[in-house]
């Protein structure tokens, strides 16, 4: 059997009853395996004796002896206070709400201690401690697991469940990995991995085991991403020939975009006219963009890109040449963004850009009204929209495309697996030329190489790695609060000079900030316009307003009508007003990286030079270390954590959103980068694929081989692979 086949319920362990089993199941753990692959978080080493002394070095493990027993506090605040010593010093154990230790810890006995400590008036002090008589040896002088815990369920109760879970079911567990890679590789047998993760012998055995493990989760994971690959372009994947469209131009499905960059016969006639009305030329990463998309589309294969490019790199652009390649096979095209005020701004755009052309774009939200909707959903359906720009609406249920043939979706680590596939679920319904539309993703977070390796890994990538010509790097400033009044002096220079600015809140309103002492942009939008830039107009922008005035502001912005926008967040993605040179953010420390560097990239869209001003909060005074009174100090003030502070001098450093966004994976974590996991990707139980790089690239090539010998794991040597794939898959195709 394969661990994910012990679909033994927990309750057939000794000692698990209705109430337990009622905890486990809040964790989602219901069955053995459920339990033995909730790895530990964390192991303490309580092999080697730690002597009092050394309480700095880390958890003390010692036997000590009672002194003797002391009480402090008064009525049901009382606590006891236990003296010990051991042959290297004297401490106190604090023993709150554990009266009961009076009898256990008697004095003049002897036992084994394992505890945490620290210096307090003048006292070495523990109160997270366990302990045990010193004839046994069932937690000590071994090497313990800690596991992630919720309310109800105690270390102890579940290294018990494990301990009896392993002994129950863990003897004969199948190895899952091919034995080539074992060997290779070096490692352990599953039983022996698994058994050694929760209760290792040794260090050295515990890393033997995660070694296992890790490499069992990245082979399979590049096993489903090289199976994904392949099935995109199997014989089944193909597509029926387009018969009522005219090839675009010649040579459409030569794949050597590179050398064409320069003369454009690989632009369809469409996109020849659009290239001829620019008034700028494409930049380098553009028109091999273009090129690489140019030559999907016109493939046997439905497209799946995705398009990096750092905020300001043009990608908008390359999405409309990508539409009017659409169109011109006599398709449509659904572009998609995250928000109203994006997809707003690319309507526009289009209209701008795409009208003169002949195409017909059209805007569908959720806040269209009934009359509107029924209207531009009857356009849709008989194909008098060619291009149709929205949020979330364009996949609601309802909308058909006459012949949808390129989905777009913009920011695309905004939206979810599950908004992915219904969008292009709208593909496969069209009335004409049914099937799966092409589809472009973009992103200006840029995709780290470990990601694209894993997540992405079945994906294409562009990557447009230069600037249109003319941009400055924004020029990046750190100010203490105390010090706004500085920044506002440069600022008003600018706008002095006829440029606008930003002004970024973490807040909204007034409500939310009572006692938190931030900023926010309601009070703040009338301040910066009453007091602080009397001479300029100010407006307000954020998701809490109707639509219609987003609208208004951003147009009037966008116009320079208003010099100031006092804002929140909602500016962080896609906003395009070259004319803006300032972006100041208060609380800078409070936004993740990906946010601030999306809303630098908000200014330097022109040719000016611009700025950037983070405004941080002071620190607090440090609340007194060690503090066990178990009184929390009230909601934790604003101020600058380390790693804020990281993150600040980050963004400091650094312009190149690839180099911020690997910067944001060591200090976040793979999990959390851009909204991964609210996507539900990735969901890995013990490998990292950022601290395992070097192993994801070898299993990755372990799988790939695999495929490329025998793709549909026929082979003997393949069967095991096979199995764990049908039977017991790690990973289910829609969590990647
Ligand atoms: P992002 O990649 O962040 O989505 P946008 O598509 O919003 O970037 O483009 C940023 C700005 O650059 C827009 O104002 C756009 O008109 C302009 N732009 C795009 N391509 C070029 C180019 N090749 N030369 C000059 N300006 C360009
Ligand atoms: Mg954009």
Not at 246 to 272: F, I, M, W, Y
Not at 446 to 459: K, Q, S
Request: proline fraction near 6%; charge should be neutral; include cysteine.
């Amino acid at each position: 059997m394969y661990l994910r086949e012990l679909c033994f319920p927990v309750e057939d362990l000794r000692g698990v009853g209705p109430e337990t089993a009622a905890l486990l199941a809040k964790r989602g753990i219901s069955t053995a395996a459920g339990l033995l692959s909730r790895y530990p978080r964390d192991w303490e080493d309580r092999s080697r004796q730690v002597p009092l002394k050394d309480w700095n070095k880390g958890p003390v493990c010692t036997v000590v002896k009672v002194l003797a027993h002391d009480w402090f506090g008064y009525g049901p605040m009382r606590t006891l206070k236990i003296h010990i010593e051991d042959e290297s010093a004297r401490a106190v154990l604090l023993c709150f709400n554990r009266p009961f230790l009076a009898k256990q810890l008697g004095q003049g006995k002897s036992f084994r201690l394992w505890g945490r400590f620290f210096y307090k008036h003048g006292d070495l002090q523990s109160s997270s401690f366990e302990f045990e008589e010193t004839g046994k040896t069932a937690g000590f002088n071994r090497i313990v697991p800690v596991y992630p815990l919720s309310a109800g369920l105690t270390q102890n109760l579940l290294r018990r469940l494990v301990k009896a879970a392993l002994d129950k079911y863990g003897k004969d567990l199948e190895n899952e990995l091919p034995q080539g890679v074992i060997e290779k590789e070096g490692l352990l047998d599953k039983a022996r991995a698994l058994r050694a993760l929760h209760f290792p012998g040794s260090i050295e055995e515990l890393e033997g085991a995660k070694k296992t493990l890790i490499c069992e989760e990245l082979f399979y994971l590049e096993m489903i991403v090289g199976r994904r690959a392949m099935e995109r372009r199997s014989p089944s994947a193909r597509r029926t020939p387009v018969a009522a469209a005219g090839p675009p131009a010649s040579g459409g499905n030569d794949t050597s975009h590179g050398s064409r960059v320069s003369n454009h016969e690989h632009l369809s006639p469409l996109q020849r006219q659009l290239l001829a009305r620019l008034p700028f030329s494409l930049t380098a990463g553009q028109e091999e963009a273009i090129g690489a998309v140019n030559a999907d589309m016109a493939g046997d294969y439905p497209m799946a890109r995705l398009l990096e490019g750092d905020v300001g790199s043009g990608k908008t652009l390359a999405a409309f040449f990508a539409a009017l390649y659409a169109v011109d096979l006599g398709g449509q095209c659904a572009i998609m963004a995250p928000t109203e005020l994006l997809a707003r701004q690319h309507a526009e755009n289009a209209a701008k850009l795409l009208e003169p052309l002949g195409l017909r774009p059209a805007f569908l939200t959720g806040n269209l009204k009934a009359a509107g909707r029924a209207r531009l959903l009857k356009a849709l359906a008989e194909g008098e929209v060619d291009l149709v720009l929205g949020t979330h609406a364009l996949f609601s249920s309802g909308v058909v495309y006459r012949s949808l043939r390129l989905v777009v979706i913009d920011e695309q680590h905004r939206f979810g697996v599950t908004q992915r596939q219904a969008i292009l679920a709208k593909g496969a319904s069209s009335l004409i030329n049914p099937g799966t539309p092409d589809l472009l993703m973009m992103s200006a977070t840029p995709i780290p190489r470990t990601l694209a390796l894993t997540v992405f890994g079945d994906l294409d990538i562009s990557v447009i790695r230069d600037m249109p010509p003319g941009r400055k790097p924004v020029k990046t400033h750190l100010a203490r609060e105390s010090n706004a009044e500085k920044v506002y002096g440069f600022v008003e220079k600018e706008l002095a000079a006829g440029r606008q600015a930003y002004f970024v809140y973490p807040l909204i309103g007034d409500e939310e900030t009572a006692d938190k002492g931030l900023k926010n942009a309601v009070t703040m939008a009338e301040r910066l316009s009453a007091e602080i830039f009397p001479r300029y107009k100010t407006a307000l922008v954020h998701s809490r307003l109707e639509e219609e005035e987003k609208r208004r502001v951003m147009e009037a912005f966008r116009n320079g009508e208003i010099n100031i926008l006092a804002a929140t967040s909602v500016v962080e993605v896609g906003v395009d007003v070259p004319n803006a040179s300032c972006m100041v953010i208060h609380h800078a420390e409070r936004f993740g990286l990906s946010a601030l560097h999306q809303m630098r990239g908000r200014v330097g869209r022109g040719s000016d030079q611009a700025f950037c001003f983070l405004i941080y909060s002071e620190p607090e005074p440090e609340s007194e270390p060690g503090d066990e009174s178990g009184k929390s100090a009230g909601p934790r003030p604003a101020g600058l954590t380390n790693e804020g502070k990281e993150r600040l001098k980050v963004m400091l450093e650094n312009n190149d959103g690839f180099i911020i966004a690997e910067e944001d994976l060591k200090l976040r974590g793979p999990g959390q980068i851009a909204g991964l996991e609210q996507s539900g990707y990735l969901k890995l139980g013990i490998a990292d694929p950022v601290r395992d790089a070097e192993t994801l690239v070898r299993c990755r090539d372990y799988a790939f081989a695999v495929l490329k010998s025998d793709p549909a794991l026929l082979l003997p040597e393949h069967r095991r692979i096979a199995e764990v794939l049908e039977r017991a898959p790690p990973f289910t195709d829609a969590g990647l």
